[in-house]
Nanobody
Framework: QVQLVESGGGLVQPGGSLRLSCAASGSFSRLNVMGWYRQAPGKQRELVAG???????NYADFVKGRFTISRDNAKNTVHLQMNSLKPEDTAVYYC????????????WGQGTQVTVSS
């Protein structure tokens, strides 16, 4: 079993930055994929960014050039640095992780709210 705990959400003005973090715990050696999804009110949950244990990354087009994902395999943590935030980035952001070779892992965090507003 894998537990994921997010931190770092909050309220920020347009153009500002936030850094999300997610810590994984449980009885496992290494997660293959860790990443972030988001869900805005009335919309489906969507992939924001993912990263493999080898450092391979996958970004949604709407965050390329603004967001950066990173991970520390030794600490089982993943981070999302979000710059140049826009009001449309407002959503609940969920940490996601798994052992399979897909960007959609089996494990989810509880979510953290990100609100971009002036």
């Amino acid at each position: 079993q894998v537990q994921l705990v997010e931190s770092g959400g909050g309220l920020v003005q347009p153009g500002g930055s936030l850094r999300l973090s997610c810590a994984a715990s449980g009885s496992f050696s290494r997660l293959n994929v860790m990443g972030w999804y988001r869900q805005a009110p009335g919309k489906q949950r969507e992939l924001v960014a993912g990263i493999t244990s080898g450092g391979g990354t996958n970004y949604a087009d709407f965050v390329k050039g603004r967001f950066t994902i990173s991970r520390d395999n030794a600490k089982n943590t993943v981070h999302l640095q979000m710059n140049s935030l826009k009001p449309e980035d407002t959503a609940v952001y969920y940490c996601n992780a798994g052992f399979s070779n897909t960007w959609y892992g089996a494990y989810w965090g509880q979510g953290t709210q990100v609100t971009v507003s002036s």
